[in-house]
């Protein structure tokens, strides 16, 4: 898309709730427990702004909507270390 006379590449990301504090505290903050949060909560930004991609699954036998936080420890490190995982379509 062209913003201000410059090409941009932009993405649509979903944003969710903030973590669930309760939890967040008991399990010394390890554990975001989030809600999703629909298409009001939809948001376009421009792709050089996104830093992390997680998966967000769901709790078995939690509440519909309710998902927690995924992130693979070290993918920073391994990254800046010039140890990119190989993406293959699926």
């Not at 903030?18 to 909560?41: K, R, V």
């Not at 309710?66 to 379509?89: I, N, R, S």
Request: with cysteine; proline share 4%; net charge negative.
């Amino acid at each position: 898309m062209i913003v201000k006379s410059e090409e941009r590449t932009l993405a649509l990301v979903s944003l969710y709730s903030l973590p669930d504090q309760n939890i967040l505290t008991e399990s010394h903050n390890t554990l975001w427990i989030c809600t999703y949060q629909g298409n009001q909560a939809l948001k376009v930004v421009d792709v050089k702004t996104i830093t992390a991609v997680v998966l967000l699954p769901c709790l078995p036998g939690a509440l519909e909507g309710t998902h927690f936080l995924v992130e693979k420890p070290g993918l920073d490190v391994a990254h800046m270390g010039g140890q990119d995982e190989a993406l293959t379509e699926e």
